[in-house]
């Protein structure tokens, strides 16, 4: 079974976070949205789109949407069988939360690694 096939999403909290996102967006030129981020969509060598995008988001530092991790970030990671990898993770002894979420942006799953970092498992729906 494949398991991550890429990245997904890169979440942080900030201190300030409208400042932050303020920084990124006049000095880096992110196109952050009202939502507090961005999706950056991906393209092939000629640059057009090829059927996928990658979240980037800047999160208040009260959020507890990394929980139980106490850990400033958040990565999610893509994968083609969300319930199949939490099956084998499971089965390997890992940390996994209970809750799988299926929604219309796809189908979300986590688990704790070693050192206390959730990491958010995404299997997108289908053509994504």
Known sequence: MKRVTGIGGIFFKAKDA????????????IDVQA???????????DGKPDGGSTIWSIGPQESDHFAPSTAPFMV??????????VTALKAEG???????????????GW??????????????PAGQ
Do not use: M
Request: glycine share 10%.
């Open 18 to 29: 409208p400042a932050l996102q303020a920084w990124y967006k006049l000095h880096l030129g």
């Open 35 to 45: 939502w507090g981020g961005t999706a950056f969509t991906w393209a092939d060598s």
């Open 76 to 85: 999610n990671y893509r994968v083609e069988d969300l319930h199949g990898l």
């Open 94 to 108: 890992c940390n996994v939360l209970d809750k799988i979420e299926d929604s219309e942006y796809g189908k979300f």
């Open 111 to 124: 688990v704790i690694d070693p050192e206390g970092n959730k990491v958010e498992l995404w299997q997108p």
